[in-house]
């Protein structure tokens, strides 16, 4: 059964009219960070099992809500990780985990800021300055006005929002790290920049590339100053400064291909009692991008980010690089903690939003492909 969010301020979301509109974002001023308290662990059956800071990717969910995904009543940063289609959303079974005497639930918060108006290394000291708030349960940041105080934390990333969390633990700002329990989960991110970022503005040795078909894809390839700063050569060019890839914490990697296609949640609905979802969601427009851009065998692509964006590491032969798969992909400056955890056969939308509930139907993570990631996650992550 699903959680219910508790009650929550209410966010007008403001809807982009047009791209020309979104493309205007850029010179708007950068919204406030804000940390939205989504569900305590009450009902769990075996233990609460911490707390799970949500940060998101490519967007804007900070207090201005320009842009974040969310497209029905849902309000504030959770409508990132949201499925239009039917309102449930992928905390619920990122934040439940299966075991032999009940169920395990977590703490889950979803943090917002803006990526739309900034460069990632703006948005980089909203999270930060935010997830400082939560530990000293203060609100320098104007994030935390309830003050909700939490010592110590899992966080979960989705997209860019790795590119982001990696620049706070490369370079220690923040005291980040001293606050993390366990490992960082990353899905489909976007750790060595965005080759697609890096076509549309025909930079890093790439062109060709189709915006026009893509250019209502969430805001993701529009001309933003976010954007920009992802761009393949400016994110590497970070680490070289030694302001990414050096994260002494383990980031698990969460891979995709799926460019056309999502998650398989066949029966997840009717044998295990979850929530079926539309799997066809943004699966036509992930696989225009991906026809559009072309992918190989050895940089196969979510439909939005590639395995050379997503899985860098400078030893490709251990980090849990399995033989014989090229998802991960050789980078001198990543000598961080950069594990290849695993890969999905979910698209770039689904996963974030692709939601619904088992019951532990598999007995290992080898089952997370065609699962969606949010629920191993949950069930292996901690």
Request: aromatic content about 12%.
């Amino acid at each position: 059964m699903n959680r219910v969010a508790l009650p929550k301020k209410t966010i007008v979301a403001l809807a982009a009219a047009s791209s020309a509109f979104l493309v205007s974002l850029s010179a708007m001023a950068a919204g406030g960070p804000q940390i939205q308290y989504v569900w305590s662990c009450a009902g769990n059956t075996a233990g609460c099992g911490g707390t799970i800071v949500f940060i998101h990717g490519k967007a804007d969910c900070s207090k201005n809500m320009s842009d974040c995904n969310s497209g029905t009543s849902t309000t504030g940063p959770l409508g990132y990780w949201t499925n239009g289609a039917n309102n449930a959303d992928m905390l619920n079974e990122a934040t439940t985990k299966y075991v032999s005497n009940g169920t395990v639930y977590y703490e889950a918060f979803s943090l917002g800021y803006d990526l739309a108006s900034q460069g990632f290394w703006g948005s980089a000291n909203d999270v930060g300055s935010c997830l400082q708030d939560l530990f000293q349960g203060t609100n320098n940041s104007g994030c935390n006005p309830s003050r909700y105080q939490r010592s110590q934390i899992h966080i979960v990333t989705h997209s860019a929002g790795a590119t982001v969390i990696d620049r706070l633990l490369s370079t220690g700002w923040y005291d980040i790290n001293s606050h993390l329990v366990g490992n960082v989960v990353t899905l489909a991110p976007a750790l060595a920049g965005s080759r697609a970022s890096s076509a549309l503005y025909g930079v890093d040795g790439y062109g060709g590339f189709c915006s026009t078909l893509v250019s209502w894809l969430a805001g993701w390839s529009l001309k933003n100053n976010a954007a920009a700063s992802l761009t393949r050569g400016t994110v590497v060019g970070e680490a070289n400064k030694g302001y990414a890839g050096r994260s002494p914490r383990w980031l698990l990697k969460v891979t995709t291909t799926g460019g056309s296609y999502s998650a398989n949640n066949d029966g997840a609905g009717t044998l295990w009692g979850g929530v079926t979802v539309r799997e066809d969601d943004n699966d036509f427009a992930m696989g225009t991008l991906a026809g559009c851009l072309g992918y190989s065998s050895s940089d196969d692509t979510d439909g939005l980010l590639y395995w050379s964006d997503s899985d860098p590491t400078n030893n490709t032969a251990a980090n849990g690089c399995p033989t014989g798969d090229h998802s991960c992909h050789y980078y001198s400056q990543y000598s961080g903690a950069y594990w290849h955890w695993f890969e999905s056969w979910a698209n770039h939308s689904h996963s974030r939003d692709d939601a619904y509930n088992t019951l532990g139907d598999w007995q290992s993570t080898s089952g997370c492909y065609t699962r969606t990631p949010g629920t191993c996650v949950g069930q292996y992550a901690w």
